[in-house]
């Protein structure tokens, strides 16, 4: 059997370093290609006046086989990034891109160990924690007439639900600079994202000069799990986006927006017995 050739990445960290070094300038020179306008103008001290969205996260979630002080970590991470990104205004044609203001998360900078997630394996990494951000970010803006315009979902389900608020699978997964979360602003008014924290919460808003006339809704369909014939367990369900009119208080708009099938990684012991589906 033909031994499988090692990538350049997997070379030591020197070799991983260059191999990010280079996916980074990719980026920069495909953002700079296709003429990107990003958001970069920053107000802390004026906040717009109407919240079109605003949410709250816990911090520190126990979690099966984590150690706690991973997390306890990750706070002094997203107290760093949201610096970088509380107060952002995105202006009409603008685009907000998470690594283009928060930067490369280094230690140099600050940043500790955090529990992070590559090829759907949980490890500790410097700059650890921050998809909380981004999914808190991504969360808004799946309430709001904003337009994702690049998102990486997790592809498997990595932890048991753990008193979860929202549906599966609308977060998104980041990783310096190859995979970005960002949105575009493709309305008429100007917004501006508010994020902080104390020790319990993360805090979110995006805020705009105008009302909304419309009001979001995310719900999750058809959620179970399934035995399939490999053997493995997956867990399915369907996420929509209704968009109500806030007069008539009618639905506008139902759609789909992600359709889960996730392999369950996780002891099987821990999925629920009443969400099986034979």
């Known amino acids: 059997m033909e031994k499988k050739r090692k990538l350049f990445c997997e070379y030591g960290k020197t070799a991983y370093k260059i191999s990010l070094f280079k996916e980074a300038k990719k980026k920069d020179l495909i953002d700079l290609k296709n003429r990107k306008k990003f958001a970069k103008k920053k107000s802390n001290k004026e906040t717009f006046e109407y919240i079109w969205k605003g949410d709250t996260k816990v911090l520190l979630r126990k979690l099966n086989g984590v150690d706690m002080q991973l ?11 949201s610096k970088k990104i509380d107060g952002i205004i ?3 044609g603008e685009e907000f891109s998470f690594w283009n203001l928060v930067g490369n998360a280094t230690k140099r900078k600050g940043y500790l160990e955090g529990l992070v997630i590559s090829n759907s394996q949980m490890k ?18 799946l309430h709001t007439p904003l337009t994702v315009t690049e998102l990486h979902h997790h592809s498997d389900a990595l932890f048991p639900d753990v008193k979860r608020r929202v549906p599966f699978g609308t977060g998104t997964s980041i990783s ?19 994020v902080w924290l104390d020790e319990t919460f993360l805090y979110g808003e995006i805020r705009s000069t105008v009302k909304l006339n419309n009001k979001y809704k995310i719900v999750e369909e058809d959620n179970h ?6 053997g493995i367990f997956y867990r399915n369900s369907k996420v929509y986006r209704i968009i109500i009119d806030k ?3 009618k639905e506008i708009k139902k759609e789909l927006i992600l359709n889960n099938h996730s392999k369950v990684m996780y002891d099987y012991d821990l999925i629920p017995k009443e969400e099986i589906k034979v």
Do not use: S
């Open 124 to 141: 500790k990494g410097v700059g650890g924690g921050l998809c909380q951000m981004a999914n808190m970010i991504h969360w808004l803006v």
């Open 176 to 194: 310096y600079k190859a995979l970005d979360y960002r949105f575009k602003n493709t309305t008429e008014y100007p917004i501006q994202i508010r």
């Open 247 to 249: 007069k008539t208080n």
């Open 90 to 92: 995105v202006n009409p």
């Open 71 to 81: 997390q306890k970590n990750k706070i002094k991470n997203l107290q760093l990034a």
């Open 225 to 230: 799990y399934a035995k399939e014939e490999d």
